[in-house]
């Protein structure tokens, strides 16, 4: 047997969804890539390309979800998934104190649980069965720095992606049965719309009588808005992302960030109270 040359990637109307299949599709793959709507569908499949195929649903539409699988079931199960990318994912900001527990909830149903609904319906196509039709696919699993450090007013997405970091620290072992490999990616900034999305919703009006609404807006100007301008485009994560694919010994994590001794390195060798301390007094935390 061989791998399978199809890929499945969810949230590929932009950013780093959009770009991968992109990749996939140029260096001879064929993508199978979520979408939202028909028009998102429409429009990718002009532009990427006959080898692509929009498949519609919402992470959170665990019935569209599994009539996705069941139809790719029927079209490739004979050829199997050589990879599942669990890529569609929201960023939702503000301050603990002045969210609402639905604002988390929205959050996790998206980045945590849709996540673990589309893997686990497409685990048989990437050889999770008795019988697989090709060698093992991979799951490649985005997830953020924020999984391993937050920052303030990013609780629900760095909690969301806390507990993917978790989830697919035990899925990796599991699938060991199988011989499905595993693999994170951890980027920072990246130039993608979850930031504009992320941005806008922490500016709504609701926050603007909250006793953070000061730091709030310093936290947007000094740490979202000029590291974004300074981050990696989707275009360049997306291909560490298939170099990542292309290992033949991937690693268990690829952190993926501009500068990455300085904004990744340096920091996580330093005592997590003086990191603390450093954020607090920039954004006015602190006196």
Not at 43 to 52: D, M, N, P, Q, S
Not at 161 to 175: F, M, Q, Y
Not at 261 to 273: E, V, Y
Request: charge should be positive.
């Amino acid at each position: 047997m061989a791998k399978s040359k199809n890929i499945l990637i969810t949230g590929v109307s932009t950013g780093i969804g959009y770009d991968l299949a992109k990749i996939f599709v140029e260096k001879g793959y064929t993508v199978y890539g979520s979408v939202r709507k028909q028009s998102d569908a429409d429009r990718l499949r002009a532009e990427i390309g006959e080898a692509f195929h929009p498949l519609i649903f919402d992470v959170t539409d665990f019935a569209a979800v599994e009539k996705a699988a069941a139809w790719l079931k029927k079209e490739i199960g004979h050829e199997g998934l050589g990879a599942l990318i669990n890529n569609a994912g929201i960023a939702i900001g503000g301050p603990l104190m002045d969210l609402k527990v639905d604002d988390y909830r929205h959050q996790f149903e998206v980045n945590v649980f849709g996540l673990i609904k589309v893997t686990q319906a497409f685990l048989p196509l990437l050889g999770a069965d008795e019988n697989p039709p090709s060698d093992p696919g991979r799951v490649i699993q985005i997830s953020s720095v924020a999984g391993r450090h937050g920052m303030p007013f990013m609780s629900p997405y760095s909690g969301s992606k806390h507990a993917l970091e978790g989830i697919t620290e035990s899925l990796r072992k599991e699938l060991l049965l199988f011989g499905i490999d595993v693999t994170l990616i951890e980027p920072g900034p990246i130039k993608t719309p979850i930031w504009e999305k992320g941005a806008s919703q922490a500016e709504e009006e609701r926050f603007s009588k909250s006793i953070f609404y000061p730091a709030l807006k310093k936290f947007q100007d000094v740490f979202v808005t000029k590291a974004v301008n300074g981050a990696l485009t989707s275009e360049k994560a997306a291909k560490s992302i298939f170099k990542a694919f292309q290992a033949k010994r991937p690693k268990v994590r690829y952190v993926l960030m501009a500068g990455k001794f300085k904004n990744w390195t340096l920091p996580r060798m330093m005592p997590t109270r003086v990191v603390d301390r450093f954020i607090g007094k920039a954004l006015g935390l602190l006196s």
